[in-house]
């Protein structure tokens, strides 16, 4: 399996976790063209970069406990996943590494509509899909 592959194996699994977090948000959060999901494995350097990154935001993110849980859990891979502004993960994470940088600008661009954005970083690197609501909902 390509690393390619295993980031988009690893965005199916995780469709219906990204649609509940989609749902939980307030109505105030905006269209879902102006978000951006995210999945990131711990495991792995760029998603915890990625992760070290949220928790200067937000310090209840904690993704070294959530790893060291998940790991003396048995958890093969933890993954963190969450839903939020995409102009805001994309200020996050452009100063964080070239790979990074990159994923930002695309971030950036608008989104196709009816599109959420994701962020997948597994399989020792990253990428940007574009799934479209109505496959996320039917999970």
Same mark, same amino acid.
């Given at each position: 399996?390509?690393?390619?592959? $295993? &980031?988009?194996?690893?965005? =199916?699994?995780?469709?219906? /976790?990204?649609?509940?977090? #989609?749902?939980?948000?307030? *109505? @105030? %959060?905006?269209?879902?063209?102006?978000?951006?999901?995210?999945?990131?494995?711990?495991?792995?350097?760029?998603?915890?970069?990625?992760?070290?990154?949220?928790?200067?935001?937000?310090?209840?993110?904690?993704? $070294? &406990?959530?790893?060291?849980? =998940?790991?003396?859990?048995? /958890?093969?891979?933890?993954? #963190?996943?969450?839903?939020? *502004? @995409? %102009?805001?993960?994309?200020?996050?994470?452009?100063?964080?590494?070239?790979?990074?940088?990159?994923?930002?600008?695309?971030?950036?661009?608008?989104?196709?509509?009816?599109?959420?954005?994701?962020?997948?970083?597994?399989?020792?690197?990253?990428?940007?899909?574009?799934?479209?609501?109505?496959?996320?909902?039917?999970?």
């Amino acid at each position: 399996m390509s690393d390619h592959e $295993e &980031r988009v194996e690893l965005l =199916a699994d995780h469709r219906p /976790e990204l649609a509940r977090l #989609l749902q939980s948000l307030p *109505a @105030r %959060s905006g269209a879902p063209s102006s978000l951006t999901g995210y999945l990131l494995s711990l495991r792995e350097p760029t998603g915890y970069l990625i992760a070290i990154g949220l928790q200067q935001r937000d310090p209840d993110l904690e993704p $070294e &406990r959530t790893l060291r849980s =998940a790991l003396a859990a048995g /958890e093969r891979m933890p993954i #963190l996943a969450g839903v939020m *502004a @995409r %102009s805001a993960l994309a200020e996050i994470i452009a100063p964080l590494a070239p790979v990074t940088r990159a994923l930002a600008a695309r971030l950036k661009r608008p989104a196709p509509s009816g599109t959420l954005r994701v962020v997948v970083a597994a399989a020792g690197g990253a990428e940007v899909f574009n799934v479209k609501l109505s496959e996320l909902s039917s999970g």
